[in-house]
């Protein structure tokens, strides 16, 4: 596809970059429609020609420069190898990337949120992305992606030969298709280099310890307001000047938990000031009720 121009020729350094990632490595198995691109079979590994991946990834650059809106352009890959580079992609490109699970009836379904309508649709993994290529032909959304010797071309109408299975080669490939897609567009030179490398785009293990750094959180401790030193109020200029003590001293002075002052009435507010009234049978100077002196006994006549 690149017409005999010598700007879309393979240059020297690009293949080499293949040849280091092993983009040439098929798998065993050759599917009867990826026989054309197929260079020769050595020790049970398909050897794929790296001419044709590079003419056919021309053929996707121009496909996808020619969608007038960016965001037009659907990325997928369920993949971990992928779902790095498909992000980086988007980033560089302006398409939209589902990394990850494709949900059922994304392109379908008019309900759900994730609800989407691109008019190219850029995959990965033929056999992995298999639910987003089959409902992309419900809705006939053309289909782009990088298939291996054994991969299906079902439903695939553009697909661009190389090794799926390894992540330098899975990151180069994507990382070329973005950088002849930005140069067809007019983003980036021909003249210089992309400043962008393609380590971004491999996809990256981490380490137990950005794990553990990810999955356990920082603690930070609560402050403590009840045991708290409290704050010292500020000092009246007047209170200083009548007062004899010495508010620096007093400040100076450890603070301990005092508790504050209640509110509630004291002892002597709840009892009356009023004097009690005496017992019944307490009142000074008073006869017994049955001991009248006065009075006479009633049988003495």
């Known amino acids: ?80 190898y992928g779902q790095r580079a498909v992000l980086k992609f988007a980033l560089h490109t302006g398409a939209t990337a589902i990394a990850g699970r494709f949900t059922p009836g994304t392109f379908t379904n008019q309900i759900q949120a994730a609800f989407k309508e691109p008019r190219l649709l850029v995959v990965t993994d033929p056999a992995a992305d298999h639910q987003a290529i089959i409902e992309s032909s419900y809705v006939n959304i053309p289909v782009i992606s990088f298939c291996n010797t054994d991969s299906p071309t079902k439903y695939v109408d553009i697909s661009i030969p190389c090794n799926i299975k390894s992540i330098h080669s899975v ?61 010292p109020a500020a000092v009246d200029a007047f209170a200083m000047a009548s007062s004899t003590t010495d508010p620096v001293a007093a400040l100076d002075q450890p603070q301990t938990m005092i508790a504050p002052p209640s509110t509630f009435a004291t002892k002597e507010e709840w009892v009356s000031a009023e004097p009690a009234a005496p017992e019944w049978g307490a009142e000074g100077g008073a006869a017994d009720w049955g001991a009248d002196t006065g009075a006479t006994d009633w049988g003495s006549a």
């Open 171 to 231: 990151g180069l490939m994507w990382w070329l298709l973005a950088r002849e897609v930005r140069r067809m567009r007019g983003d980036t030179s021909r003249i210089t280099d992309w400043e962008v490398m393609p380590d971004l785009y491999f996809f990256r293990e981490e380490t137990k310890e950005e794990e553990e750094e990810q999955t356990v959180p920082e603690v930070v401790p609560a402050s403590d307001t009840y045991n708290a030193a409290p704050v």
């Open 1 to 80: 596809m690149s017409g005999g121009l010598k700007v879309l020729a393979l240059q020297k350094e690009d293949v080499s970059k293949m040849l280091a990632a092993g983009t040439h490595l098929g798998a065993g198995n050759v599917n009867f429609q990826m026989m054309n691109y197929v260079f020769k079979k050595r020790n049970d590994v398909s050897i794929i020609d790296v001419k044709k991946t590079w003419e056919k990834l021309l053929l996707a650059a121009r496909v996808i420069a020619s969608i007038e809106n960016p965001a037009d352009v659907c990325v997928i890959s369920s993949r971990n």
